[in-house]
């Protein structure tokens, strides 16, 4: 089936360790976007990408980098330059082109860093 | 592009239907309004998206005012398994979701 798979569900870290989260989508979808959701809280974009090999940074987009070296694959490193990483990681890909466009979401990784 | 404002919560009888409003005052012509539904801990689900016209699908109906400017998702007969945190975002026709602001949404709460 078509969707979009985040591995882990749930990380965790030691302080001052960088983590790679991954996000692989199977719907040949052009953009791919990582969102961070805190307790109570909306999403908020980290980056995105509207094609292969270019992405572009969100509104909390320090601390983080992310790549985009195939279509299908769109990884985030937490740095260790995130002060405040542990959160709940969304990845979701869309369409860009075309009447409306429905995002995909992945489950989402749970990130603990202690 | 345009903002959304929801209540913060709402809660409904389970068998009743539910109706979450969402006002997007600020909406322009070729924008769309899209909801999505997240259960605790789950990603958000597409539910129902509209332009100008009311529409329903087998989760809901979305009744959108004549002037665009606020809009209703319904749930028909609201189950247990409805209760989650609903989004009501507004993305134009082409360019995907980069500006799009998912605030915190309403909790619908079914009670029992």
């Known amino acids: 089936d078509g969707g979009i798979t985040q591995s882990p569900k749930y990380l965790f870290r030691k302080e001052g360790q960088n983590v790679t989260l991954s996000c692989e989508q199977n719907l040949n979808h052009d953009a791919m976007y990582w969102y961070r959701q805190d307790p109570g809280q909306g999403l908020r974009l980290i980056y995105y990408s509207q094609i292969v090999n270019d992405f572009q940074k969100g509104d909390i987009a320090e601390g983080y980098s992310v790549s985009r070296e195939k279509k299908e694959s769109f990884p985030l490193t937490v740095t260790s330059a995130q002060k405040n990483p542990t959160a709940f990681y969304l990845c979701a890909s869309s369409i860009i082109w075309g009447g409306g466009t429905e995002a995909f979401f992945g489950q989402g990784t749970r990130l603990t860093v202690v | 592009d345009a903002k959304t404002t929801q209540p913060t919560s709402m809660d409904c009888a389970e068998g009743r239907a539910a109706n979450l409003p969402c006002n997007h005052s600020t909406i322009s012509g070729n924008e769309y309004v899209y909801w999505y539904r997240q259960i605790h801990s789950q990603g958000p689900q597409y539910i129902i998206h509209?332009?100008?016209n009311n529409e329903t699908n087998e989760m809901a109906s979305l009744i959108i005012t004549e002037d665009r400017k606020s809009s209703t998702l319904i749930l028909p007969h609201a189950t247990l398994r409805d209760t989650a945190v609903y989004y009501c975002?507004?993305?134009?026709?082409?360019?995907?979701?980069?500006?799009?602001?998912f605030g915190t949404g309403t909790k619908l709460q079914v009670i029992p």
């Open positions: 509209g332009l100008k």
């Open positions: 975002i507004v993305i134009p026709q082409s360019g995907g979701y980069q500006k799009v602001t």
